[in-house]
């Protein structure tokens, strides 16, 4: 059984349920051998339990030995469950619940499981570090079923970074109820940074590839330029454009090019994972 997983006695109730229940939440379960809903629900909070790893105490209690306790608690049918918070229970249930039901309401009174990524994030975004903000708030985003207050502060970072259209993407995908002041911001600053990562150098050199669209040495420089202001969405799709053309363009440096912003941009990473794919499919 887990540390945080314990069964109540009369030796260990004050310490357990009442004492504990100052430091973290304590979910009680008073069970016994004869309830058959009880069969299903205690596995159920174990799991849930061992995936919070001590966010919470799950303490059980078997009514019928621990008749005592279960009469302190006012139990009067099983299974019962109590979260119990500074000495006193203050949310509960009788009988069985679906796991999305027990999970909503323990949620109101735990951390979240992505918490914790979002403390890296903002820790590293308090350091003016977005780009390693990136892998805990994609992370957090997609744990959480990506929710609107994580979308925000994901694609702030994104635009940090000047990883514009895939900002532009989760922002695309924000629902209309959504779209608060925070939105609207976002959506400014993303204009901004579209205007401003616009170099001389690179509207130059988007000329000339214009005039000539297959000029593979040009459309590298704008590669390099686009590598050089974060845009790396830009400038993998113009590396990949010339590995179309020629797998050994400027004897191998345009491949290497490409995977040296493939490892920069670091494991797990969406983009990094696309533009992989796309250069294996090249080469076998």
């Known amino acids: 059984m887990s540390e945080h997983i314990v069964n109540i006695d009369e030796t260990n109730a004050a310490a357990l349920l009442i004492d504990e229940s100052h430091k973290r939440p304590v979910v009680v379960d008073f069970w016994a051998d004869w309830c058959e809903p009880c069969k299903v629900l205690m596995p159920m909070l174990e799991k849930i339990a061992t995936e919070y790893n001590g966010a919470f105490l799950l303490a059980k209690v078997n009514a019928d030995e621990q008749g005592g306790i279960a009469q302190q608690f006012g139990v009067r049918s099983l299974p019962t469950v109590m979260v119990i918070q500074d000495g006193q229970p203050v949310d509960g249930f009788a ?102 990562a616009k170099s001389p150098e690179i509207d130059a050199l988007e000329q000339k590839l214009a005039a000539n669209p297959d000029d593979l040495d040009v459309r590298h420089q704008l590669a390099v330029q686009f590598t050089n202001a974060g845009q790396f ?52």
């Open 95 to 196: 009988g069985a619940q679906p796991e999305n039901a027990v999970r909503e309401l323990l949620g109101k009174y735990l951390p979240k499981p992505w918490d914790g990524l979002l403390q890296l994030a903002q820790e590293a975004i308090d350091e003016g570090d977005f780009a390693r903000a990136l892998t805990p708030l994609r992370q957090a985003w997609d744990e959480s079923g990506q929710l609107y207050e994580i979308t925000v502060m994901y694609v702030h970072a994104l635009i940090e970074c000047l990883r514009l259209d895939e900002a532009q993407t989760l922002l695309d995908g924000v629902r209309m109820a959504d779209q608060d002041a925070a939105f609207e911001q976002l959506k400014a600053q993303l204009e901004i940074k579209r205007e401003a």
């Open 233 to 284: 969405k830009e400038a993998m799709e113009h590396l990949v454009t010339i590995l179309q053309k020629d797998l050994d363009h400027a004897d191998g440096a345009t491949k290497k090019s490409l995977l040296d912003t493939i490892a920069s941009l670091g494991k797990g990473d969406p983009l990094a994972a696309e533009y992989q794919r796309r250069l294996y499919s090249l080469l076998y």
